[in-house]
């Protein structure tokens, strides 16, 4: 779990713990996956979360759906994508769906964050192969409409050719 929370946090991942339980057993959790390991990670309980403090927040424990709810709205107003992953059965529909990406833990907990580091690699490249393509294409329009020019303001004069 550590590994792969440090694979997350090294791909530009900010993770946040926003779980029902005890702050103080959350922050045990933390502290033993690597999540809590720099002096400004904030650890509060649900009702403590504001918008000043939503980006510092690393664990927030003791929260409702609406808790989360807010949490995920504050993260998506800072121009975030917020991807949930938690149990169906405890976590309401409506958080899964306020996130951009919502995956519940269908299996045990490892193999589902080695999902979401596959999504989100797999999402880096999707990207990236768009982005080359929009740059192909807006060459090819670039280069269609100068050809376009070049021929209204030139025309080729294909009687004088081999009519002798």
């Not at 993770?15 to 999540?35: H, K, N, P, S």
Request: aromatic share 6%; with cysteine.
């Amino acid at each position: 779990m550590r590994q792969a929370i440090a694979n997350l946090k090294e791909g530009g991942v900010k993770m946040i713990f926003a779980l029902e339980e005890d702050v103080e057993v959350l922050r045990t959790i933390g502290d033993e996956t690597g999540l809590l390991n720099s002096h400004e990670a904030l650890v509060v309980r649900g009702e403590e979360a504001t918008k000043e403090n939503v980006e510092k927040i690393c664990i927030m424990g003791n929260s409702s759906p609406a808790h989360k709810c807010f949490l995920i709205e504050q993260l998506k107003k800072r121009g975030e994508v917020v991807a949930v992953v938690g149990e169906q059965a405890s976590e309401s529909n409506v958080v899964l769906e306020a996130a951009h990406f919502g995956l519940p833990v269908v299996t045990n907990w490892p193999e589902t964050i080695t999902c979401v580091i596959n999504s989100i690699k797999g999402g880096r490249i999707v990207c990236e192969y768009m982005r080359q393509f929009i740059q192909v294409e807006i060459i090819f329009a670039i280069s269609n409409n100068h050809t376009g020019y070049i021929r209204w303001r030139w025309p080729v004069n294909n009687h004088s050719v081999g009519t002798g």
